[in-house]
């Protein structure tokens, strides 16, 4: 039976009609350019707290820095990503549940319907249950489970705003839906690593007990000869020893603005106890064909992605902090509720890179 009160959008994405008239040949938007260096990361917003109904909130957002044509377009060449994420619990799990000395983890990571160009279903699909399993297998890692016997949390992770697999000019974009018949792109890499920063902001503000702080890190290899013949060499200076001349390594990559990368590796990472509790790698490196070069350039992505989620781990401490603060403040309030004048509000944490 379908559902009469819901009016249901386009399957595809949609477009005006724009006629070459109007547009003049060199006014036509043109592939974003990276403008960071390859070690360079995006500018990041995290907040928590932002759900008053749930045990723990948590907002993150990446800025786009692409450098992009000025043509008259409706549609952006790139995206943001924005993603919000509650947590609810600890809570005791129902009585036809069977018994378990620790927490039971559920973790749900659905895509917006307007997240990407091509319109996300109301159900959750491959690549969202995919990136679902490795948010708890990450954050399993993570979380003291003996401490709450007998319960559960469950964590939401809804994308706004992904990230798309490619430039809309190669016919490559929509976060694994349109990528040659490969379920996720890469631009899965970047909302699995966004997805793990956001929910451990999420877990400290519900008061869950964690054994350390867990970003997530991405890193790339691209093809970087098309740059490096337009002489921006600086950008992309090649970050690995093992590599050949025209590959090189950028630490949170956009896919948007490489027209070809070959690999692609997300972690997992806790940097106090220097742990990864996450790993996941994909595609194949070129022109490498010993099996010790192959493991060499592979131990150095891996490196990289690390150094990317060290990066991010201090924007999510600066996070935590403020959370603290602001739980402190609320704590002194209910106590001594003449005191609210006199306490300073906690400010918003401007993007960091």
């Known amino acids: 039976m379908t559902d009469r009160r819901r009016i249901n959008g386009p399957l595809g994405g949609t477009a005006p009609l724009v006629f070459t008239s109007a547009v003049a040949q060199t006014s036509r938007p043109k592939r974003p350019e990276r403008t960071r260096a390859s070690n360079e ?50 809570r005791p799990l ?3 549940a069977p018994f378990s000395p620790n927490i039971v983890l559920s973790t749900h ?19 969202e249950r995919d990136l679902a399993v490795h948010l708890e297998s990450a954050l399993k890692g993570v979380i003291i489970a003996d401490r709450w016997p007998k319960s559960g949390v469950d964590i939401i992770v809804t994308i ?14 929509c976060s694994g839906l349109k990528t040659g018949g490969i379920i996720g792109g890469w631009g899965t890499m970047t909302v699995l690593a966004g997805c793990i920063t956001a929910s451990c ?12 702080l867990i970003c997530g890190g991405v890193a790339a290899v691209v093809d970087s000869s098309d740059a490096k013949e337009k002489g921006s060499m600086k950008d992309y200076q090649s970050l690995s020893s093992a590599l050949p001349p025209n590959l090189s390594i950028v630490l949170d990559p956009n896919p948007v603005e490489h027209p070809r990368i070959l690999a692609a590796c997300v972690v997992g990472y806790m940097e106090t106890r220097d742990e990864m509790t996450e790993l996941w790698s994909r595609g194949n490196i070129p022109d490498v064909s010993t099996t010790a070069g192959q493991l060499m350039a592979t131990e150095e992505l891996i490196d990289h992605a690390i150094e990317c989620a060290k990066g991010v781990n201090s924007v999510l401490k600066e996070a935590v902090k403020e959370s603290a603060q602001a739980a402190l403040i609320r704590a002194n309030c209910e106590k001594e509720p003449s005191t609210i004048l006199n306490k300073p509000l906690p400010l918003d944490i401007a993007m960091q890179g």
């Open 94 to 96: 129902p009585r036809s």
């Open 160 to 173: 706004l705003e992904g990230e798309e697999d490619g430039w809309e000019g190669d016919g490559t974009y």
């Open 201 to 212: 902001a999420a877990l400290v503000n519900a008061r869950i007990d964690c054994l350390d």
């Open 109 to 127: 990571v659905k895509y917006a319907p307007f997240a990407t160009r091509q319109r996300r279903g109301y159900l959750r699909d491959t690549t």
């Open 41 to 90: 990361l995006r500018k990041i917003f995290l907040r928590t707290g932002l759900t008053p109904s749930a045990s723990g909130s948590a907002y993150l957002e990446l800025n786009n820095t692409s450098k992009t044509s000025t043509a008259t377009s409706l549609n952006s060449p790139s995206s943001n990503l924005k993603i919000t994420c509650t947590v609810h619990g600890p």
